[in-house]
């Protein structure tokens, strides 16, 4: 379709799924693709930027999922990657998210990309609320 076509072309991607009306269903066709219930999912808890399809405990996501949050660094109020790290090593999640509803930074798809695959998870980049940024360059 034309809406599939201009997507691809647009992102420089070979597929494309423009069927979800919003970032939860989008979400949800990601886990019922790859993972299993109860397979451990790392993401950013909804008080700190992240989003409810993320791990969030009052969402399927959190309890089908074995949640294991990353959290923000207490100074920075950044992500912080060494902890996630660790984090990730200790738990060995099958998937981590990257992105959020209000995280108002810069995310590091290159340091996220490298702990997931350090740590064999897919790594899964939700960026429904960000996509003009993206699109743009900006992000």
């Known amino acids: 379709t034309l809406a599939i076509e201009r ?12 069927q979800p009306y919003s970032g939860s269903p989008a979400n949800q ?10 397979d451990k999912v790392m993401g950013l808890p909804l008080p700190e930027g992240g989003h409810l399809t993320h ?28 902890h996630l790290r660790e984090t990730a090593k200790r738990e060995r999640p099958k998937l981590i998210w990257v ?8 995310f590091d798809y290159a340091a996220m990309a490298e702990i997931a695959s350090e740590v064999n998870s897919y790594l899964v980049a939700d960026i429904a609320h960000i996509s003009g940024l993206v699109v743009a360059g900006v992000h």
Not at 7 to 18: C, P, W
Not at 29 to 38: G, I, Q, W
Not at 99 to 106: F, K, L, M, Q, V
């Open 7 to 18: 997507l691809k072309a647009l992102f420089g991607s070979e597929h494309a799924n423009v």
């Open 29 to 38: 066709a990601v886990y019922r693709a790859l993972l299993s219930p109860r």
């Open 55 to 82: 791990g969030w405990s009052v969402n399927f996501s959190g309890s089908d999922y074995q949640r294991v949050p990353y959290r923000l660094h207490e100074k920075t109020q950044q992500i912080d990657y060494d």
């Open 99 to 106: 992105g959020g509803t209000a995280y108002p930074r810069i």
